[in-house]
Nanobody, 120 residues
C-alpha cells in the first residue's frame, strides 16, 4: 500500500517559519504531481502549493513569495517551507500525491494532516 507520512507543523508566532515534509512509501508506483492543501473549520480544503514531477510549481496567491514547495523524486518526498507566517495561515495542512501504480489509473493519496497554528 502507498502511504504518505507528514512531519512538521506546530505553533509559531506571526513572522516566524515552519517546514513541512511528506514522504511517500510503497513499491511499483510513480508519482505525478504532489502538493499541499489546507483546511480551516467551515471552509473547503484549498490548494496551497503544487509541484509536478518535472519541477513546475503553482502557488495560491495568498502564499506567493512566502512559501516554497520542493520535491526529491529519488526519495519520493515533498517539502513546504513556510516563511513570514501570518495568523491567516492557521489550518490543518494535508499532503497530496497523485500516484500511478502498475497499470491502474491515477489515484489521489492524502496524508493524515498536521496542524499549523500562527499566533498574533
Amino acid at each position: 500500500q502507498v502511504r504518505l507520512v507528514e512531519t512538521g507543523g506546530g505553533l509559531v508566532q506571526a513572522g516566524g517559519s515552519l517546514s513541512l515534509s511528506c514522504a511517500v512509501s510503497g513499491s511499483r508506483f510513480s508519482i505525478n504531481a504532489m502538493g499541499w492543501y489546507r483546511q480551516v473549520p467551515g471552509k473547503q480544503r484549498a490548494l496551497v502549493a503544487a509541484i509536478t514531477s518535472g519541477g513546475s510549481t503553482n502557488y495560491a496567491d495568498s502564499v506567493k513569495g512566502r512559501f516554497t514547495i520542493s520535491r526529491d523524486n529519488a526519495k519520493n518526498t515533498v517539502h513546504l517551507q513556510m516563511n513570514s507566517l501570518k495568523p491567516e495561515d492557521t489550518a490543518v495542512y494535508y499532503c497530496n500525491a497523485k500516484v500511478r501504480a502498475l497499470n491502474l489509473p491515477e489515484y489521489d493519496y492524502w496524508g493524515q494532516g498536521t496542524q499549523v497554528t500562527v499566533s498574533s
